[in-house]
């Protein structure tokens, strides 16, 4: 029997996860019910209650994948606006999940940001343990509304649900734009617009020593799959546990570009948590999942698709 043989819902459906989504289920023949920007803006009821009333009553599965999040040092100054958006998104499709859509599991993704920072391996027992970063306070506070907000309205109303937090995530359709650029698809982009202009060198900011969680979109998603698969009404760390440095990211980029650049260490730039790494054992264990996508490999895969390609037209 098929994954999805049934629609499934994908929020957020011309994002960069969400886009990804519908191709993987598209190329598949999974039916889907893609609903994305034109249908309005989340953070009014009435708009997502419409949204929820026009899909299919007989959904499995509901992907929620907006986010309204910032990355950098913007997000000091808009904490509480990422706070308020995202928390009205969330309790919204909350809502209108426990209403309109009662028979679908709502499967969500989740953000590492949410964990506190440590200099171990993070597992899920640290969920609600410690502060988070202080640049991502208020987006990790509605990540933290979204994850118990599940496991409420689950116990109350008998709802299916799974909350996945990712790793850093990368390829086709990322953001590439200041501010909303993750790290990886940043130094994809720029690094693809440096070799362009025949630069012999990569600006990094912050420290080429800084640890984290890294996936491919595709590989991503099937970790997605394989935790849906085997658990229900928890959340649950889907990394491969094989962090990276950013150094190691670097160099991986260099070797897929063919470019024997330099790297450069820019003084005063924006530095997150110096070492963040989730412990994904459990999930590990119990799906025996393991990424397919190499780095060198996915930079390639990244470069030969939106947005990278068009970096060096633009």
């Not at 630069?199 to 996936?215: A, Q």
């Not at 099937?222 to 990394?239: K, L, R, V, Y």
Request: proline share 5%.
């Amino acid at each position: 029997m098929p994954y999805a043989d049934s629609p499934t819902i994908i929020l957020g459906a011309d994002g960069f996860i969400g886009r990804n989504l519908v191709e993987y289920w598209r190329q598949r023949g999974w039916p889907c019910h893609a609903i994305g920007r034109s249908a309005g803006d989340f953070t009014d009821f009435a708009v997502v209650e419409r949204a929820f009333k026009n899909a299919p009553a007989v959904a499995s599965r509901i992907l929620h994948a907006i986010t309204k999040q910032r990355t950098g040092a913007i997000q000091y100054q808009i904490q509480g606006e990422l706070l308020a958006d995202n928390s009205r998104i969330h309790l919204n499709v909350l809502e209108a999940w426990r209403r309109y859509q009662p028979q679908a599991k709502l499967i969500t993704l989740g953000s590492s940001c949410v964990y506190a920072e440590s200099d171990k391996p993070i597992p899920e027992s640290a969920f609600r343990q410690g502060v988070p970063h202080p640049s991502v306070r208020g987006y990790a506070l509605a990540k933290e509304t979204l994850a118990v907000g599940q496991e409420v309205y689950g116990s109350q109303y008998g709802l299916s649900w799974l909350h996945c937090i990712l790793a850093t995530v990368y390829g086709p359709h990322a953001h590439v734009e200041e501010h909303r650029s993750h790290f990886m698809a940043a130094l994809i982009s720029r690094a693809v617009a440096a070799k362009a202009a025949g630069e012999d060198h990569l600006d990094v900011w912050g420290s080429l020593e800084t640890v984290r969680d890294l996936l491919y979109v595709g590989d991503q998603i099937e970790a997605m799959i394989a935790a849906d698969q085997a658990f229900n009404n928890t959340i649950i760390n889907i990394t491969a546990n094989q962090p990276v440095t950013i150094g190691t990211c670097v160099r991986s980029i260099f070797e897929a570009l063919d470019w024997p650049a330099a790297i450069s260490t820019p003084s005063g730039s924006f530095q997150g948590a110096a070492y963040k790494t989730l412990d994904s054992s459990r999930f590990l264990t119990e799906t025996g999942w393991h990424p397919k996508v190499d780095i060198v490999q996915g930079v390639r895969l990244s470069v030969e698709s939106a947005p990278f390609k068009e970096v060096v037209t633009s």
